[in-house]
């Protein structure tokens, strides 16, 4: 029974807050992505202009390939189609993760053994989340516009998570272990930095010098909007979940912690 409350309170929160933060980001990111799609276009062109002859080689071994990875290359046609994939995604993300954030306050009200779960201590789980999942990893990788050249998926994929990773530790050490031990709390939180995130020197070299600034301004402007909308997305995260694990999962807690009091 509680592990169904859970359930299906992280389907209601993450369906809530999955389509909160879509809107927000139609009105705010995703006009930037699109502005930069256009000129990720205008660095792709001089390769298209390759003579003929070098085309002509092995061309229908060179069609072939290229119409499995039209296939492969699948993406949801502009407007509609578009935005309604982007909510699907938005929406599954967010019950992911309103399933670990009602999971992980609901264990911690039983830790503590009294009423802590509401919707004002879930915007600090919220806000703590958004911290490790969002603004520590983006202090090594910041947020990236279509055509941007990047150092390696592999690599940035594997900082990213250690940085996720010792955030969350070192603020659970900060927030919860007593005494001198609060000191590797902070080394955890400085750790992903000391290695250093991987970077490449020239972004925007494919482009020209124009185009490059503009894509420089775009950057900056889907730095803030995507911190604004990651940030809105885990408050109400975190605050909805508090809500739910106070509101439904409590009274299924109280129920199992009965019964195993009876049974004993």
Do not use: K
Not at 45 to 63: G, I, L, S, T, V
Not at 67 to 86: I, L, N, S, Y
Not at 150 to 170: D, M, N
Request: aromatic share 8%; charged share 15%; glycine share 8%.
């Amino acid at each position: 029974m509680l592990f169904r409350r859970i359930v299906l309170c992280a389907l209601l929160v993450g369906a809530l807050a999955g389509l909160l933060v879509s809107a927000v980001q139609h009105w705010q990111v995703i006009p930037i992505i699109a502005a930069a799609e256009v000129f990720e276009g205008s660095a792709e062109a001089p390769e298209a202009a390759e003579p003929a002859a070098a085309m002509a080689h092995d061309h229908d071994d060179a069609h072939g390939a290229a119409h499995v990875h039209e296939e492969a290359a699948w993406e949801p046609a502009d407007g509609t189609e578009r935005h309604v994939w982007t909510a699907i995604a938005n929406v599954m993300t967010a019950i992911g993760f309103s399933l670990v954030l009602i999971a992980a306050i609901t264990t911690w009200e039983h830790l503590r053994g009294r009423r802590v779960a509401s919707a004002r201590t879930g915007l600090v789980w919220g806000a703590a989340a958004w911290l490790c999942v969002f603004a520590a990893p983006s202090l090594g990788l910041p947020p990236e516009i279509p055509g941007t050249a990047a150092a390696a998926l592999e690599a940035r994929q594997t900082w990213w998570l250690i940085a996720v990773l010792c955030s969350a530790t070192g603020l659970s050490v900060l927030a919860f272990v007593p005494g001198r031990l609060r000191w590797l709390g902070i080394a955890l939180l400085a750790l992903p930095y000391a290695l250093g995130a991987p970077h490449i020197d020239g972004a925007f070299a494919a482009y020209s010098d124009e185009v490059a600034r503009r894509m420089e301004v775009l950057t900056g402007q889907f730095a803030i909007a995507t911190a604004i909308s990651s940030a809105i997305e885990w408050l109400a995260l975190g605050s909805l979940a508090g809500w739910a694990v106070a509101r439904w999962v409590r009274p299924a807690l109280a129920t199992l912690g009965a019964a195993a009091t009876a049974r004993a």
